[in-house]
């Protein structure tokens, strides 16, 4: 079989001490990378480009895909542990991640991350050596209307954002939606709902949004209610899951990393809203959905196998069709062309063992991470158990430079500053943040895209495309699921 046959060949160049040690350090990179909010998986694969010059092109290749695939897990850690998601696709870790540490059992959410990570990452790459040119033809189908529908759809996931008031979760997201309206038209220029700043012509960054509403909005409502918090944390435990917890969650995280690797291969969809999509679709098959959003394992878990297996499903459309999938991927083709390697069909035929020998250093990127996981976790208990009156200056200084380096602009620290109000009023009346960050995330892909798919036709167009007409059909089915299960069990309690 050719494939195999590519595999043994792609793995002979990668069995060296050199392409190991590229392996571990581009592992030890990313989860840095990931750990520092305001650095995205792709700035990381971009700061590291230049000390790529040097390299061979399979050791550059290894070094970035490594760099790339680590930041994501990375990503989870600080959300996990601090509240304030180093990622944008670490947003769905805090919603049980940080519930767990709250209740002194951080061990347990950063070992399930980590175990999901692998897992869902491993099962990426698999899907990546198998199904690459098939699944990248199908992504090539894709068009406004079926973008639009895959917005709707990931919007509708607010009904498991909700924490017991689902109104009060619609409201949070069309704030999100309402908040990305700020800035530029798309299509005509016009500047909306700027107030003659200049700085809001682009509208809010997103990464100082991000860490204000999730990091600020924590230590604000902490310091708020400052005797809570001292009796929450009185205890901190590093016991790691137990065999049988993760044997338990399988399930959720076979189907997260299923749809994690498969949302990944549509160019533009990215780890953010495969992490959320998987998140929704975890809850609506367990058996206790109650326990989402309280410290659920399978909660943790389902972000993290859905996140690292979208970086295997981004890479398809990257090296078939020459495509990137992502940001992070979009970097990688300008390090592709900086060494010579043309991106698409005939890559796999004039570069074979090169490319499969990408893919076998890829799964051990994911090994590393897996161990580099667990000895780091001890630390990061550490740090959770460090005092409050140290660790907020430190997440407050950490989310300023954060938001500064996005830009490199004091707008963007007011903005991470204003933002941290506005999660803390939120918090306080019981109005969950995760949804504002949905509407910000997806409000510019719907919006775009269904003026788009308008211009191609009427409305029918997302009707009588069959991926966007199921699509949006999934969307209605999740969006009043919910509201169904609730009416039938109070009938069947009468």
Sequence with gaps: MEIIDNLIKGSSLVFGLGPILTIIVGVMMGIL????????????????????????????????????AAAN????????????????????????????????????ALGASVISSTIGGIFGTIVLIFFSVPLAKIALTFGPAEYFALAVFGLTIVSSLSTGNWIKAFIATLLGLLL?????????????????IPELADGFSFIP?????????????????????????KKVSGKMPSVKEMWNIKRTIAQSSLLGTLIGVVPGAGATIAAFIAYNEAKRISKHPEEFGKGALDGVASSGAATSGSVGGALVPLLTLGIPGSAATAVLIGALVLHGITPGPELFKNDAPLVYGLFVSLF???????????????????????????????????????????????????????????????????????????????????????????????????????????????????????????????????
């Design 33 to 68: 990378v990931g750990v520092l909010p305001g650095l995205s998986p792709a700035m990381g694969v971009a700061l590291l480009v230049p000390f790529s010059y040097g390299l061979d092109p399979l050791s550059a290749l290894i070094l970035l895909v490594s760099v790339y």
């Design 73 to 108: 897990y990375g990503g989870t850690i600080t959300a996990i542990a601090i509240n304030t998601p180093g990622t944008p696709s670490a947003i769905v870790s805090t919603f049980d991640g940080y519930p767990l540490t709250k209740k002194g059992e951080p061990g347990r």
């Design 180 to 196: 990305n309206t700020i800035g530029m038209d798309p299509f005509t220029g016009y500047l909306r709902f700027t107030f003659d």
């Design 209 to 233: 949004a991000l860490i204000g509403l999730f990091a600020l909005g924590e230590i604000f409502l902490s310091i708020e209610k400052s005797e809570k918090v001292k009796k929450v944390l």
């Design 364 to 494: 051990f990127a994911y090994i590393a991470m897996f161990f580099m996981g667990f000895l780091g976790n001890q630390l990061w208990i550490k740090i959770i158990k460090a005092p409050k009156s140290i660790l907020y200056p430190v997440i407050l200084a950490i989310a300023f430079i954060g938001s500064y380096s996005v830009g490199n602009s004091m707008f963007d620290v007011w903005s991470c500053f204003g933002f941290g109000v506005f999660g803390w009023i939120l918090r306080r009346n019981n109005f969950p943040t995760p949804p504002v960050i949905l509407g910000l995330i997806l409000g510019f892909l719907a919006e775009t895209n269904f003026r788009r798919a308008l211009l191609m036709g009427d409305a029918s167009i997302f009707f009588t495309r069959p991926i966007s007409a199921v699509m949006l059909t999934l969307a209605a089915l999740s969006l009043f699921y919910p509201l169904i299960k609730a009416t039938i069990l109070k009938k069947n309690k009468k």
